[in-house]
């Protein structure tokens, strides 16, 4: 079912996260409504959404534009800029906003600034290395006694780094860690999710499979730069291996239930049939980027190199829709299972 704003439009965003601001919610996320996979269009800003009660949505607009007329700006829709993360700083005063864009060579990020959360944003900080990585996916986390700043992200291909932010969290200080070091893709994570919960951090992480969805995995830490201990599938009773035909984009705390934690993904694409619903197809993607980003590379079957050519053809990610789910917790271990209806009203 694709989710509705209040004028009757679908919700256009994606790589979402929600933050707080008084008795008002406000998603935002990378805005995909001219994403077609016809043309070069990767994105159209970011765009932002509110709710009182987080079922009905108001669409608030683009609150960073896009900047179609500048092809070196990290905003033109060509670039391919996606899952901007907004944090407010307590001493500054200020929003700010990190973003990621892919290059065919490396991934940057650039920051924006802002007195308000709707903006307007001025770009302060553009196509950075953090620390000298191509750094792919990440989340920004603040520390919510200390104020500290800290960027998870994805070092491409290879591993995933914590990196203290300066106190204005528009740069790095240098103080690093690097964690779940992995041989490369598939099984390289990406996308994560930080959340806290009883002064533990946890990491939400998805494989690395193009827009096809893989097993997401779950890590708990006393301390944000480790040691993570590893807790393996987040959706353990899907038969799919699909997190549920889901990738995790942010986690947040509903700040009037005593323990609800919701998981916000975006469904990049539409799966049916018995081959995906007995996880046969999601076992064959794995097997296929397992040969493809082995070293040396290894030869595809005919039929797999049909099915790759799938994966990789053009995604119309203006028709991809969300998942919102309730976490549970067995323990420290988070959990999540699939249902098709829930309420806020089902907890305390």
Known sequence: MTWLDISGKPIAIHGGSVIQEGDTFFWYGENKERTTGKDDIWHWGVKCYSSKDLYHWEDRGVIIAPEPEDRSS?????RMMDRPHIVFNAKTRKYVCWIKVMGETAQTRSVLTADSLLGPYELVRRDQLPLG???GDFDLVVDSITGRGTMVFERVHSDMICADLTDDYTDFTGHHSAHFPRPGVPSVREAPAHFHRQGKHYLLTSGTTHYFPNPSEAAVAENIHGPWTELGDLHPTDVTRTSF???ISSV????GKRDLYIAIAD?????EGAEF???ELSARVWSIFEKAFAVPKQELSDEDKQLAHTLFAAVDTS???HVWLPLRFDGDRPRIEWRSEWSLEEFE
């Not at 947040?252 to 700040?255: A, E, L, Q, S």
């Open 267 to 271: 469904r990049w694409l539409t799966l």
């Open 245 to 247: 035909n889901s990738q």
């Open 133 to 135: 990585m191509s750094a």
């Open 319 to 321: 028709k991809s829709g």
């Open 277 to 279: 619903e007995s996880g």
């Open 252 to 255: 947040f705390k509903h700040p």
């Open 74 to 78: 990290p905003l033109h829709p060509a």
